[in-house]
């Protein structure tokens, strides 16, 4: 009977493991669930090319640059001048996103080419605020520049932002480029003219966005910050004249809570090559708010290598849970036939090769010996 006794408890916790193992395979067969709440949301229908975009609050500088021979190791850099003339003393502070902009230094070989970060600078009142971008770009050999050239700087379409809703505040900005001489020298080229733009409302993209595009894959965006009640689009520019392929379009809903996911896919077959993604606001005045480098790649080609297998399946169906269910039912076989199995008579042996301890004494508490597989 105590052979029985232990049998049936150990059958007993097996079964239970078995359920438990049993009730989690329908998730494993049909994949992770996403938490409520956070999954991307079913976008508009795009077109499947995007008309030619209007950049709307970008900025574009052009200045002279005097005729010089610079030494080797000179450096350069920037500084924006940045009003917003209407903005009242009496509120609260406010912020413009100026965004990263690329530099060009003229030479006889070419161009010196400098990426600015982006800045976001507080907004107190209407008086000017300086802002000293960097890093310096330093010249590695010495160079000259010609009579009537030009420095430049872009923020190549994409849009100055603040905290305001567009048209509340219009903000004007200029630059100009600075000159730093290896003995310590400086020297402030002149300004540019001013350009008034009409900020975009701030927004941050959530995470980070897939290096790699592929033909019918999708992939989500997220959004953070005032989104609510604006509408966005996502395209694929590619080729050298910058066509603008359409991947996904979303509506946010006014109170959406944050960070607001939709999904985006490229809809065409496009070859193989470098393209960018760009993030635009749409509506009367359309922004562009991001722009990030990508790769499209053939969807038939071969996994590059490092990559990991994808896993074996049966008409669709992983395989690797159709194997865990096999073991589980041997499993079950294996416990319901071991209880079944009638106790050892006396003299028989234990699968250990202990003999059958002998029955305790009807006058005697049973004694530790008489279980040789107990915990001692």
């Known amino acids: 009977m105590r052979v029985l006794s232990r049998r049936f408890r150990c059958a007993s916790g097996l079964t239970v493991c078995i359920v438990l193992l049993l009730a989690s395979l329908p998730g494993a067969l049909a994949g992770p669930v996403p938490a409520r709440g956070s999954g ?13 975009q209007q950049y709307n609050a970008n900025l574009n500088f052009t200045v002279v640059v005097p005729a010089a ?7 350069f850099g920037s500084t924006y001048e940045i009003v917003v003339p209407t903005f009242p003393s009496s509120g609260p502070p406010q912020s413009v996103v100026v965004p990263s902009a690329i530099v060009r230094f003229p030479s006889t070989v070419g161009y010196s080419q400098l990426i600015l970060p982006a800045v976001n600078v507080t907004i107190q009142n209407n008086g000017t605020v300086v802002v000293p971008v960097g890093p310096l770009i330093r010249e590695a050999a010495g160079r000259s520049i010609a009579v009537n050239q030009t420095a430049s700087l872009s923020t190549q379409g994409l849009a100055v932002t603040a905290t305001w809703s567009p048209g509340m505040y219009p903000t004007d900005v200029r630059w100009q480029w600075l000159e730093v001489n290896p003995d310590g ?93 760009h993030l635009w606001e749409e509506g009367t005045t359309p922004y562009l708010h991001f722009v990030s480098k990508v790769n499209v790649e053939d969807p038939s080609a071969p996994a590059p290598s490092g990559s990991l297998p994808a896993s074996p399946s049966m ?20 416990v319901f036939l071991w209880v079944r199995r009638p106790p ?11 003999p059958l301890p002998p029955p305790p004494s009807p006058s005697a508490p049973p004694s530790s010996d008489d279980w040789p597989y107990a915990v001692r």
Not at 69 to 75: H, S
Request: some cysteine.
């Open 69 to 75: 021979v610079l030494p080797m190791g000179v450096e």
């Open 315 to 334: 008409d669709g169906m992983p395989l690797l849970p159709l194997v865990a269910v096999v073991v589980i039912l041997a499993a079950v076989l294996a």
């Open 185 to 277: 020298g400086r020297t402030n080229g002149s300004w540019s003219a001013w350009q008034q733009v009409d900020p975009a409302q701030v927004l941050t993209v959530v995470g980070a966005l897939p290096k790699i595009i592929t033909e019918g894959v999708p992939y989500a965006i997220c959004l953070s910050g005032p989104i609510g009640g604006r509408s966005f689009a996502v395209h694929l520019s590619v080729g050298a004249n910058g066509t603008q392929l359409a991947l996904g379009v979303a509506d946010v809903p006014v109170g959406a809570v944050a960070p607001f996911c939709f999904n985006n896919t490229l809809a065409v077959p496009v070859a193989p090559q470098a393209a960018y993604i």
């Open 344 to 354: 050892s008579a006396p003299g028989e042996s234990f699968p250990s090769g202990l």
């Open 40 to 52: 991307p949301t079913a976008p508009r229908s795009p077109a499947v090319v995007a008309g030619p």
